[in-house]
Structure formats: C-alpha cells, structure tokens
C-alpha cells in the first residue's frame, strides 16, 4: 500500500501505536472525513465543544481535504497542529474519527480508506461533511450559534 509515495505495511494501525507511527502512517491514517475542520464553539461557562455546519475556509468541501495543506498554520493560525499527544486532548474529536479510535484501542472502521481500498467509502458511509457544510467565508460571525449541529458524536 502507499500513501503519498511511502510504502506502508499493511494494517500497520493494527499493532503500531500512534507514538511509533512514522510521518506517513499518521498521514494515512487519516479518514478523510474533515470534521475536524468544522468550526466549533465552546459554552465559556461549562467548556462544552459542539460543532457548527461552518467548516474552515481552506477546506475544499467536495473532496473533504484542506487546500493549502502545508501552509495551513501560517493561514489560519488556529488551525490544529495534530499531534500525537493531542489526541486525549481534543475530545471533540469524533468518536469516528480514526485516530481517536486507534487511540481508544477500537482499531479502524469499514468504511475507512485503509480498510475498504477506496477513498470514496467515507464519503458513501455518511461519515464525511461532504454535501452537509458551507464556508465560514459564507457565514457571519454571529450566526454560528444558529449554525450548531448534532451530527457528529463526540
């Protein structure tokens, strides 16, 4: 298998820890579902995260994948350096999301890329934003809150 011109063992996620993945299993490993670029809110009073149909400007929403990938940081300074050690701490990810639920010790679903050979599964499988989002760009600050949705379990 390969992702990005790395050769990857197959079903690596399987018996490799998140730690010990190179930079190209943790690439790969992800689902592609972009709920993670969902713009979120958190209640300043409880700390509850939920998550808006407003997703990141940078995200291309058809294909689900940022467009500006390696400069993403420097154009959207906010956006999540995904980290190893992030994942226990971003619990508003999705419990699909794939490296949360490696992290948890769930292994990956059918519908993952890595598992079912086609990139298209997550999209099919409803896990994806794909056709459910719009742009921030298109949103005004002060309608997110009416822009909240229930979707996507954390």
């Avoid at 699909?96 to 292994?107: E, F, K, N």
């Avoid at 990139?119 to 934003?129: K, M």
């Amino acid at each position: 298998m390969s992702a990005g011109g790395a050769d990857l063992e197959p079903g690596f996620w399987q018996h490799k820890p998140l730690s010990a993945m190179s930079r190209a299993e943790w690439e790969a490993l992800c689902d592609g579902c972009a709920r993670c670029c969902m713009i979120k809110l958190e209640d300043e009073d409880t700390g509850a995260i939920v998550h808006t149909a407003a997703v990141c400007r940078l995200l291309d929403r058809d294909s689900c994948r940022c467009t500006a990938y390696a400069e993403r940081h420097q154009r959207v300074p906010d956006c999540i350096d995904f980290a190893v050690d992030m994942v226990e701490q971003l619990r508003w990810l999705p419990k699909s999301c794939a490296y949360r639920r490696v992290a948890d010790g769930r292994g990956l679903a059918a519908w993952h890329p890595l598992v079912s050979g086609d990139p298209e599964s997550v999209h099919r499988a409803g896990i994806s934003v794909r056709g459910r989002v719009i742009s921030e760009d298109d949103v005004p600050e002060d309608a997110l809150e009416d822009m909240v949705v229930q979707w996507v379990e954390c």
